[in-house]
Every structure is written in C-alpha cells, then in structure tokens.
C-alpha cells in the first residue's frame, strides 16, 4: 500500500507560480512511477504529467508544456510539479498517483492516489 498526500495548492493571481508536493509512505516510492492530474468542475479527469521511477524520464499534457515542470526526490519520498505561467484554466483539484508499472497518460493504470489539493487562478 502507499499513501500519497498533496500539499502546496492555494489561490494565485493569472501569471503566477506554486509549487506542488506530493509525499509517499512508501519504503519503495523508488520503484513507482508517478503522475499528476487535474479535474476541474464539471469535467472529467486530466493527464498533467507523469515520471518514470528514476525520474529520468518526463512527459506532458500539450496544455501544460513549457509551463510546468514534474520532479521527484526518491531520497525524501516526495514528487513535485512546479507550475509557472499561470492561467485561469489550469483551476482544478490536482491530484498525485502512483504505480508500479508504466503509467503514461491514462490514469486507469494508477494504483495510489492522494486526496487531492486545489489550485485557483484568478484573472
């Protein structure tokens, strides 16, 4: 089992920055491959980014390329998206997810999930 808790979510001004983390209980948090996503109101859940569980490898939603960048500390447990360039639509509930295997884009293959933070972009 791994508990994923988020943390670092809040209300921002379009243009601006946060940090997200996201600790695991995990002995293991190593061997995980993890993601983040999003679902904002009334919409279905969305793929932000994801890391292989090295963290040698990162991929993107389109809508986030060059403005967000997805980290992780295997030493302290923890992942990270640090969101730049804000804007009104990226509001959502964020969410950190684990997996053993590959994870990708599609969030069917997540085992773990936390219970999400919220993000606000005010314009």
């Known amino acids: 089992q791994v508990q994923l808790v988020e943390s670092g979510g809040g209300l921002v001004q379009a243009g601006g920055s946060l940090r997200l983390s996201c600790a695991a209980s995990a002995r293991t948090f190593s061997t995980y491959a993890m993601g983040w996503f999003r679902q904002a109101p009334g919409k279905e859940r969305e793929f932000v980014a994801t890391i292989s569980a090295s963290g040698g490898s990162t991929n993107y939603a389109d809508s986030v390329k060059g403005r967000f960048t997805i980290s992780r500390d295997n030493a302290k447990n923890t992942m990270y998206l640090r969101m730049n360039s804000l804007k009104p639509e990226d509001t959502a509930v964020y969410y950190c997810?684990?997996?053993?295997?590959?994870?990708?884009?599609?969030?069917?293959?997540?085992?773990?999930w936390g219970q999400g933070t919220q993000v606000t972009v005010s314009s």
């Open positions: 997810a684990a997996t053993k295997y590959f994870g990708g884009s599609d969030y069917a293959r997540y085992e773990y």
